[in-house]
């Protein structure tokens, strides 16, 4: 096994009121002949969700933490700050950024955008 970890993007509130973008590494141990396996986390659900090529959501908070997975397409999200980051197929997004001023999200070169939620609480 050459991976031992998962890049994992982490969307927040911080001190400021303001979301940011933190990175983050999920250890994975050898498992043998199937890979590599994480600690268990727990979750609550798993919502599956399409958007549409255009789309372009203005600033918005998340209404629960959770794991996003983009499946196909992609995603440009814009923090307080100004940092913007696309985010890609395989990507992982934890948003956690409930309260705050939040994020915007928008298509990418007119893509439609797959992605699978997991909720954790």
């Known amino acids: 096994m050459t991976q031992k970890y998962i890049s994992i993007t982490r969307l927040y509130t911080g001190k400021d009121n303001e ?64 940092e913007k980051r696309i985010f890609n197929q395989g990507d992982i997004i934890l948003s956690e950024d409930k309260t705050g001023h939040g994020h915007q999200s928008r298509s990418v070169k007119g893509l439609e955008r797959i992605s699978i939620f997991i909720t954790l609480e």
């Open 19 to 82: 979301s940011h973008f933190e990175d983050f590494q999920v250890f994975v141990k050898d498992a043998g002949s199937i890979g590599g396996l994480s600690e268990m986390v727990k979750a609550t659900g798993v919502l599956f969700r399409t958007m549409p090529s255009n789309y372009d959501m203005d600033w918005h908070n998340t209404e629960i933490r959770q794991y996003v997975v983009i499946v196909s397409g992609a995603v440009e999200m814009e923090v307080g700050s100004g």
